[in-house]
């Protein structure tokens, strides 16, 4: 059974820092591009951030730019997720995804394989 297990959430003060991990079992994604999403109650779940199969090329919503850092560790299927600077507007559910295919992409229908997502709560 594929599965993506999200860890790391919580609750920071704003401007605090968190740093979420996803670990796959059942396969491996070295070979795939792999995304941070987020939920926030009320709102659609929007892309994050993502990354290629290298680990070499990324995509950043503008609302975390300059924030927030995606990176890989293929080795061990593992993506990671620095969050820094945190804001109340970030508090969502946070899942992490793998898409079918290795080059990095922003398209929430490339991604196949998803996680339950771990809570992040920022308090002003």
């Known amino acids: 059974q594929v599965q993506l297990v999200e860890s790391g959430g919580g609750l920071v003060q704003a401007g605090g820092s968190l740093r979420l991990s996803c670990a796959a079992s059942?396969?491996?994604?070295?070979?795939?591009?792999m995304g941070w999403f987020r939920q926030a109650p009320g709102k659609e779940r929007e892309l994050v951030a993502s990354?290629?199969?290298?680990?070499?090329?990324?995509r950043y919503a503008d609302s975390v730019k300059g924030r927030f850092t995606i990176s890989r560790v293929s080795a061990k299927s593992t993506v990671y997720l620095q969050m820094n600077s945190l804001k109340p507007e970030d508090t969502a559910v946070y899942s992490c995804?793998?898409?079918?295919?290795?080059?990095?992409?922003?398209?929430?229908?490339?991604?196949?394989?998803w996680g339950q997502g771990t809570q992040v709560t920022v308090s002003p």
């Open positions: 995804a793998a898409s079918a295919g290795g080059v990095v992409t922003t398209i929430s229908n490339d991604f196949r394989y």
């Open positions: 059942g396969r491996t994604f070295s070979a795939n591009a």
């Open positions: 990354i290629d199969w290298t680990g070499f090329n990324t």
